[in-house]
């Protein structure tokens, strides 16, 4: 009997996990997240792992479910940390729903994907008497947002064991990811002069207008046709307005769609030059979500996907997707992933986020079915 998904109970659930602020950089905030969703699953009858947060993020949550043959298992990923400041359901983005829009933060990246993949979960397991025929494990990190510096290791370690990967992130109306583009973090450091900015403002050699050069050479390097972008996100300088700047540091987020692209931006910003003299530059990499390019095991994942939307009338199609998610890791390992399974909707790390409540029953049909098929 196909799984069937309960729409008002899905949304009732998105707004109680919405409901609990999670910051990626807000550990205990993370933990509060953490602390429901391990609740969930252990609902389910999942036995539960937690592992200690480390680098200051918040904690990883594994359920595992034992199935009832032996072999390869199922892992579905997922992460419970947001891009939204704690505050913001008081101030910009109360949770709200106008028609068939639910707005708050998180709600389609990725607490509703989550909730959902754990609706139709938990009712294949009650029906099929508690347990299914091959292991699935869950898997709730708390650092995505920034890269999964934390959970990466516990990710690829879990992707190893499995024979297949759902991963839960929001997609785009009807599509789902079968590959994502690259994507690398660096911080650009620039190191002026200081001075006192009135009385001796000609001594000193400003950091942030150095930084204002730097920035607008390396988002003018964004070649959107061929999937290689650089967007400077956060910037960070400056103690004093009367002191010129000895110091102004920036993130960068760069994505790349081939290897050959990856390795030109390293290139480009390794040949970054100060653009005035007394200036120098000091490049910091960060976090790499490697190229995940679609194999024949995803592309088998995906013809079970498509079957299943055919069955039930729902159109479904599959895109290289230029945003990065854990799917990357586990892709890129060569185990079959299909990602971009979660809700869709709109306003994604905006003050104006919110899922499409419309696309809860196809969403859920399609991930009740490939989990069913794969694991029950």
């Known amino acids: 009997m196909p799984v069937t998904t309960d729409v008002d109970q899905v949304v009732s659930d998105i707004i109680r996990w919405a409901s609990i602020e999670s910051p990626t950089y807000d550990a205990a905030a ?6 429901e969703g391990a609740r969930d699953l252990g609902i ?13 993020f918040g904690d990883i949550v594994i359920g595992r479910l034992a199935g009832t043959e032996p072999g390869p298992g199922l892992l579905i990923l997922a992460h419970v940390d947001t891009v939204h400041a704690v505050g913001t359901l008081a101030g910009p983005l109360p949770i709200r729903r106008e028609g068939d829009r639910l707005y708050g ?20 397991i009650k029906q099929k008497g508690g347990r299914l025929r091959r292991s699935v494990t869950v898997v709730l990190v708390p650092d995505e947002e920034v890269g999964s510096p934390s959970s990466r290791l ?10 297949h990967v759902l991963v839960p992130e929001p997609g785009r109306d009807h599509f789902v990811t079968s590959g994502r583009h690259a994507v690398v973090r660096y911080m650009i450091h620039v190191h002026g002069r200081p001075s006192h900015a009135g009385a001796a403002i000609s001594r000193g050699v400003s950091s ?36 010129v700047p000895v110091l102004c540091s920036a993130e960068v987020l760069c994505v790349a769609a081939t290897p050959d692209d990856l ?6 910003l390794r040949t970054l030059r100060p653009p005035f003299p007394n200036t120098r530059i000091t490049i910091e990499p960060g976090p790499v979500r490697p190229l995940f390019v679609a194999g024949e095991g995803t592309m088998a994942l995906y013809a079970k996907a498509k079957a299943i939307a055919d069955r039930h009338g729902f159109p479904i199609e ?7 998610s854990d799917g990357n890791f586990t892709g890129a390992m060569g185990v079959p992933t299909l990602d971009g399974l979660g809700v869709w909707g709109g306003g994604i790390h905006t003050k104006e986020e919110y899922c499409d409540i419309r696309s809860i029953l196809p969403r859920g049909t399609i991930l009740g079915g490939l989990i069913e098929e794969i694991a029950g």
């Open 44 to 56: 389910m009858g999942f036995d539960i792992d937690r592992l200690p947060g480390t680098q200051g």
């Open 105 to 124: 933060p998180g709600v389609t990246d990725m607490k509703g994907g989550t909730v959902l993949a754990l609706h139709v979960l938990g009712k294949l």
């Open 30 to 35: 993370v933990n509060r997240m953490m602390d």
């Open 263 to 268: 390795a030109d931006i390293d290139v480009r």
């Open 154 to 163: 516990t990710i690829e370690a879990e992707a190893a064991k499995a024979a």
């Open 318 to 324: 599959h895109m290289q997707s230029g945003g990065g």
């Open 208 to 243: 942030i207008r150095a930084m204002a050069r730097i920035i607008e050479t390396i988002e003018d390097w964004s070649d959107y046709e061929r999937g290689q972008t650089f967007a400077v996100g956060r910037v960070n300088s400056g103690t004093w307005v009367n002191v």
